[in-house]
């Protein structure tokens, strides 16, 4: 196969703007990890008119899938994990071309995992197991179990991401494998969920509570990079955060993360008078008297 596709991926490995280009096969018979093609080919470019743009092709009875994709948007969906068979594709792909060793610097950029990259990415992971458990938790409170379900299921799947990013690592596709040797209890409650033959209802008792205690144990390393930033400026309207070049990639949970942890009280209210003297802004800031209390002890 490399040979038929040689010609598309040298012309594209000539053009100076292509830092890089993966073969990626198919190694089951149906697999998710390459979107049920035989063969996907990924070429990452610097800029491109399309951030994302994708061919098929047919040869012999065999699927192929290409994707040009930028640089910005790999490192965008490696960050907030959006796209986990990206992952797969750089670790274990056949590496046909590779200008400046920018793909083996990417390699190695994964393994090693910056700290500053793992706080952002502890952040995000946080704020979607926040979001999954609070509506799930309200599913349950109004009986709706198999609604319930499903949100717990995603928190503990946030829950297991959170376990392997802490260890330094980087979640792979295969997620309950690298969970199941990092973080056991965890494993432990999302086999209790999905195989006991316990109601639905008790099984997602149990759940909460469990989980509502992993969560407040987590919650201040989780908390760490939203709090970072807002320490930058004493306080910050919500569009404020929703702006911020990081603070964007939490995206639809970020609001949701923030009354969260004002609920907590990491983060305190700020009313400000607005036109109509009856009427507040909401201003948001850190409550550093927290901070220092917790770190006290």
Do not use: C
């Amino acid at each position: 196969m490399e040979q038929v596709l040689r010609p598309i991926y040298q012309e594209r490995a000539s053009q100076s703007n292509t830092l890089g280009v993966i073969l990626v096969g198919k190694r089951e018979e149906k697999s998710n990890v390459t979107d049920t093609f035989d063969t996907v080919l990924l070429i990452i470019v610097k800029e491109a008119e399309k951030p994302v743009f994708t061919k098929h092709y047919l040869y012999e009875g065999n699927k192929v899938a290409l994707h040009t994709v930028t640089e910005k948007i790999i490192r965008k969906w490696l960050l907030i994990g959006s796209n986990k068979k990206v992952v797969d594709w750089i670790f274990f792909g056949r590496v046909l071309f590779d200008r400046n060793e920018f793909l083996h610097k990417l390699k190695i950029e994964l393994q090693e995992f910056p700290f500053s990259g793992r706080k952002i990415k502890t952040g995000i992971q946080f704020s979607k197991l926040i979001r999954r458990y609070l509506e799930g938790k309200e599913y349950f409170d109004k009986g709706s179990y198999l609604d319930a379900y499903n949100h717990v299921v995603d928190s503990l799947h946030h829950l297991g991401r959170l376990s392997i990013i802490d260890s330094g690592l980087y979640p792979e596709v295969t997620v309950w494998a690298q969970v199941k040797k990092i973080e056991p209890a965890i494993y432990k409650l999302y086999e209790e969920l999905v195989t006991s033959n316990e109601p639905i209802e008790k099984r997602l008792e149990l759940l909460f509570l469990a989980s509502e205690f992993l969560i407040h144990s987590r919650t201040r390393d989780g908390a760490q990079h939203i709090l970072e930033v807002m320490q930058t400026k004493e306080t910050w309207t919500i569009q404020e955060l929703h702006d911020h070049d990081e603070l964007m990639n939490y995206s639809v949970d970020l609001e949701v993360f923030v009354e969260y942890l004002v609920d907590k009280g990491y983060i305190q209210i700020e009313p400000i008078v607005a036109k109509s003297e009856m009427i507040f802004h909401r201003h948001y800031k850190v409550n550093k008297e927290a901070l220092e209390m917790e770190q006290g002890l």
